[in-house]
């Protein structure tokens, strides 16, 4: 079993080759991974993964910003808390008077949500773009 204090240690990356070309095609935490004896010789090793499943599991300290501030400038100090790259694809709206409490993917989920924009982690990389525009890392949105 997975304990929540071993989740930051059970990262897994997927590749896909394509020739000499590696592609990231995901990263993310193990949430269970267990073997599969049920078409024995044929054994295999199953395991369920999540993007950010660690940064949904451990809470940090608040983040307050009195009078206001960019959204994109917030949602950058939080990718970097949760080990992410960030990407802003064009999102400028500013809030005043942010407070954001719980873990840092509740914190960025409640800042998109108040700000009116579409957010997604993929491939370690946290993204944000306006709504009904598109962002430039995700392949699907």
């Not at 808390?81 to 960030?86: C, K, T």
């Amino acid at each position: 079993p997975l304990r929540i204090t071993e989740a930051t240690r059970n990262k897994i990356v997927v590749y896909a080759i394509d020739g000499k070309q590696e592609s990231v095609v995901f990263a993310g935490n193990m949430v269970k991974a267990w073997p599969d004896y049920s078409r024995m010789p044929d054994v295999c090793f199953r395991i369920q993964a999540q993007a950010a499943y660690s940064s949904a599991l451990q809470t940090v300290a608040p983040r307050s910003f009195k009078g206001g501030g960019k959204v994109a400038d917030i949602m950058r100090q939080i990718a970097t808390s949760m080990g992410l790259v960030f990407e802003n694809s064009g999102v400028n709206v500013m809030l005043s008077d942010v407070y954001l409490a719980n873990t840092d993917l509740e914190q960025a989920r409640d800042l998109a949500k108040a700000a009116g924009i579409e957010l997604n982690i993929e491939n370690n990389v946290l993204s944000i773009w306006p709504k009904g525009s598109v962002s430039t890392n995700c392949a699907i949105s």
